[in-house]
C-alpha cells in the first residue's frame, strides 16, 4: 500500500474523529505540506460526492453546526488555563471537521441552486445587448456591463451575478430570482426593474416599473413598488427612497439617452465614457464636487461636454479620446 494512500486514509479518519492526540497534530502538519495536496484533494473528492448522495441537511440543522463550530472555536481562544496546549489539538479537530460539514452543505445547497455551466456576458462602451434567460426572462444590459448566470437555473432559486447597469423583466415563478451585486443584493419573484450597480460609480440605485422588489444592503432593506427608486451614496452612506409620477428618467439609456438628477460630476464622467469610449481625467489638486442635472437626447460627446462646462463651469480640454476636466 503506497504511502499517499496511508496519507488519504490519515486524514479520512481525522474527518470523521478517529484519531490520537499525535494523529491531530500530525494532521494539522500535514495540511500545510504541499506534497499532500493531491491526497487532500482526493478525500475531498470522495467527500463531496457522499454528500451529494445524502439527503440535503436543513437550515436549522446548518446554523447547528455552524454555532457549535463557533462555540469550539471561542472555548478555545478564551481558555488561559495551563493545559490549553493539551486541548487545543482536540477542540480544533472537533471544530475543523464541523466547518468541513458546514463546506460540504454549502456545497450541495449550491449544486441544487444552479445546473449546468455559468455564462458570462460582457458589453463594449457605447454598446447594449438584450437577450432572455432560461426561464424567459428579458434582460437588457448597458454599455460595460457584466453578467453571469447559469445555462439552467436550478430547483430552489434563480440567481444571476452584475456589475452594471440591466433591465430585468423577470417571468413569475414560485422560485425567487437573485441578482447579486456589490453593494446590495435583489430579490424578486417577478416584476420590472432597473439596476444600476456599476462597481466604479459612487451612487448605485434600483427603479421598479412594475412589480414588488426587494432590495437588501448592508445595514438596511427596502421594499420597492411600481415607480418608487432607492439610491445608495457609496461615499456618504446616504440611502434616499423616493416615489416619482414619471419613472422613465431611470430606463432612459435604454433608448440612448443620458439622463443626470443631482448625479456627482465624477459618475457623469464615469457615463460618458461607457457611453462615448472616452477616457475623462480630472485636474490635480482642485475638488470637484459638482452635482449634474439634465437630459440628453441622442447628443454627441462635445454638446454634453459644452453643456456642462456652461452650467457648472468645469472646462474641459480634448486630445483624442483622451478629455482633461479643470477649473
Known sequence: MNGKTEKEKQFRRF?????????????????HDSRNEVALGSVFSELKDEAECRPSPNDITYHQYKEEARRLLR????????????????????????????????????????SGLYVETVTPSGEREQFTLSDSTRVVLNSRTNIAYPEQFGKNERRVRLSGEAYFDVSKDKKPFIIETARFNIRVLGTAFNVKAYEEDETVSVSVNEGRVEVSMSDATFTLTRNEKVTLNSRTGEIMKEISRNNASSFAWMKGWLYFNHTPIRDVARELERVYGCRIVFDDGQEFNNLISGEHDNKSLESVLQSIQYTTKIKYKKDGNDILFFK
Open 15 to 31: 474527518i470523521h474523529n478517529l484519531y490520537t492526540k499525535e494523529e491531530a497534530e500530525t494532521f494539522f502538519r500535514d495540511i
Open 75 to 114: 472555548s478555545m481562544e478564551k481558555e488561559k488555563r495551563p493545559r490549553i496546549r493539551r486541548i487545543a489539538m482536540s477542540v480544533a479537530a472537533v471544530a475543523s471537521a464541523l466547518l468541513l460539514g458546514i463546506f460540504i452543505f454549502q456545497y450541495v445547497k449550491d449544486a441544487q441552486n444552479a
